[in-house]
């Protein structure tokens, strides 16, 4: 692979609240320290419930945008210090499995979407089974699984 193709790579991970995220993430940047590339981290919150007022709506909406924006600030610090690289900071708004298969139609940058698989053998979650299931012919960049359970020797193995 050329040096620009590694340089221009962008590694996906989905920042949603499962423990599994912190997995997909750390694959995601070994993988940019040990091949090059960026991470990207999407972060999609959902939409304000529709009120009477419309600036309660309005404030829960920005509410929700500043926790997305302070969590994704804090991952960000963990991927620079890692990476050595700043990530592409992304938050959208509605479902995410909707907002993720728009995000890799519309952005030709990412290369390879990173999640996790739960450790606790609870199945693959929501996500991963409708990307794998009737969503999957949708996709336009690989996908990689990264098994829960991978301890940190066998992660450093497999992303050299």
Do not use: N
């Amino acid at each position: 692979m050329a040096e620009a193709e590694r340089r221009d790579r962008v590694f996906l991970v989905v920042v949603d609240d499962s423990p599994e995220r912190q997995i997909a993430l750390r694959y995601a940047c070994l993988r940019v320290r040990h091949s090059g590339g960026r991470v990207a981290l999407l972060r999609v919150v959902e939409p304000a419930e529709m009120t009477e007022w419309a600036g309660v709506g309005a404030m829960l909406e920005e509410e929700r945008r500043e926790d997305a924006e302070k969590l994704l600030s804090g991952l960000a610090a963990e991927v620079q210090e890692i990476t050595g690289g700043l990530p592409i900071l992304l938050i959208r708004e509605g479902d995410p499995r909707d907002e993720l298969l728009a995000l890799l139609e519309e952005d030709p940058r990412i290369s390879i979407l990173v999640l996790a698989a739960a450790a606790a053998g609870t199945g693959p979650g929501p996500l991963i089974q409708a990307l794998v299931g009737r969503h999957g012919a949708r996709m336009r960049v690989p996908m990689t699984i990264v098994p829960g359970g991978l301890s940190e020797q066998d992660m450093q193995r497999v992303t050299i």
